[in-house]
């Protein structure tokens, strides 16, 4: 199963409506909003490496109020 954390830097303002938009996800198991430069963080699991690639650029960056992502891919040892 894949799992990615995402980085989220938000428009001003709107850190809690995209906190509320990716907590009804459904492949997000883990939102935490944050201080520093990023605003929000998300644990992403998908059932394979599709659905986790459409799920990052087909649900994810379309968010409003997204301005800026990054991805950080688990690596399995």
Known sequence: MPTA??????????????????????????????YGEYDLVVRVETEDSKQL??????????IIGVKETETLLVADY
């Open 5 to 34: 954390f995402v980085l989220f830097k938000t428009e001003p303002s709107m850190e809690r409506d995209v906190f509320l938009t990716l907590s009804g996800m459904d492949s997000i198991t883990e939102t935490h909003a944050l």
């Open 53 to 62: 690639t459409k799920m990052l650029i087909g649900n994810l960056r379309t």
